[in-house]
Antibody
Framework: EVQLVESGGGLVQPGGSLRLSCAAS????????MNWVRQAPGKGLEWVSF????????YYADSVKGRFTISRDNGKNSLYLQMNSLRDEDTAVYYC?????????????WGQGTLVTVSS | QSVLTQPPSAAGTPGLRVTISCSGS????????VSWYQQVPGRAPKLLIY???QRPSGVPDRFSGSKSGTSASLAISGLKSEDEADYYC??????????FGGGTKLTVL
């Protein structure tokens, strides 16, 4: 069974940092591209970042470029999101997602998410 | 990055058909495939349609997708109360990003 379990969320002050983790199991993590997608309270979905299976191709949304860093450790079946210079508008549930086998960029299976609250 | 445009709400009667539209641009829907998600409040999104009109295994054939030019549609036939949820379209944009629609809240009357 595919499982994606996010962790690392919490309350942080504006300007602070947080590192999210996503533990993957039940599929071949090494073969799959991954995404982070977020959802602010009561709002729609917003794509954050993409990383290819080998880690050498990475894309970011303009809203987080220069502040967030996506990475992965295929030996540990884990995906990460380092978030720096956090802003109020980064408050959201952050989901990690595996991409669809037939559509290289498409978030397919999603974790349950971890809540990040940026507030003073 | 560009954003896809969806109506904020839609409504339908049980047993009938409802459609949800999604409008993009030449760099998103116009040159890439469209996918659709269903999200029940408090839950993670679920993939309903990929590559414009393909259903993942387990998704009922009551759900169908189509694309024409820079627009796409999701149709739900034989509407059920359990279909009440938020629906999102998504596409790859040639500016090297994934773009989502703002979401459509479907109410089953």
């Amino acid at each position: 069974e595919v499982q994606l379990v996010e962790s690392g969320g919490g309350l942080v002050q504006p300007g602070g940092s947080l590192r999210l983790s996503c533990a993957a199991s039940g599929f071949s993590f090494t073969n799959d591209n991954m995404n982070w997608v977020r959802q602010a309270p009561g709002k729609g979905l917003e794509w954050v970042s993409f990383i290819a299976n080998h880690g050498r191709i990475i894309y970011y949304a303009d809203s987080v470029k220069g502040r967030f860093t996506i990475s992965r450790d295929n030996g540990k079946n884990s995906l990460y999101l380092q978030m720096n210079s956090l802003r109020d508008e980064d408050t959201a549930v952050y989901y990690c997602s595996r991409t669809h086998p037939a559509v290289w960029w498409l978030p397919d299976y999603w974790g349950q998410g971890t809540l990040v609250t940026v507030s003073s | 990055q560009s954003v896809l445009t969806q109506p904020p709400s839609a409504a339908g009667t049980p047993g009938l058909r409802v459609t949800i539209s999604c409008s993009g641009s030449s760099s998103s829907i116009g040159s890439n495939t469209v996918s659709w998600y269903q999200q029940v409040p408090g839950r993670a999104p679920k993939l309903l349609i990929y590559s414009n009109d393909q259903r993942p295994s387990g998704v009922p054939d009551r759900f169908s997708g189509s694309k024409s030019g820079t627009s796409a549609s999701l149709a739900i036939s034989g509407l059920k109360s359990e279909d009440e949820a938020d629906y999102y379209c998504a596409a790859w944009d040639d500016s090297l990003s994934v773009v989502f629609g703002g979401g459509t809240k479907l109410t089953v009357l």
